[in-house]
């Protein structure tokens, strides 16, 4: 084999290469172009009123430090549900209510670019 049998391998194998690099490229352009609009996402409950087993819901966009908490009246802190690093996606957090006094009571989700405060009441 002489050079001029591996030139046509050769040029396609550069430009595979080039392509690959160029799809990675753009394609992580876009995600940090989707990052700078976006941030994490608490859902609200479906009823306000809860008693028993409570299932939270939240998104992250991104990878981040999250902290999920259960706060009482005076925001102080009742238990820690999450305190972790967490990749980008979809949560549950399930939640046993049942020792907690009836009353009004919040749930947050911290980053640290973020933070979002509910209310729900147990009954």
Do not use: C
Not at 33 to 44: D, E, K, T, W
Not at 51 to 70: A, C, G, H, M
Request: no cysteine; charged share 30%.
């Amino acid at each position: 084999m002489d050079w001029d049998d591996l030139k046509i391998p050769f040029l396609i194998s550069a430009i595979v290469v080039f392509l690959v690099s160029l799809y990675s490229y753009i394609l992580r352009q876009w995600k940090n172009r989707a990052r700078v609009g976006s941030f994490p996402f608490l859902h609200s409950l479906p009823s306000k009123k809860v008693n028993e087993i409570v299932r939270f819901k939240f998104e992250l966009p991104y990878p981040e430090d999250v902290r999920f908490s259960i706060l009482d009246q005076d925001e102080q802190l009742v238990q820690s549900l999450i305190d972790e690093r967490k990749r980008e996606g979809i949560y549950e957090v399930e939640f046993d209510s049942s020792s907690l006094h009836p009353g009004d009571y919040f749930y947050s989700l911290e980053t640290a670019s973020h933070k979002n405060i509910k209310r729900f009441e147990k009954i």
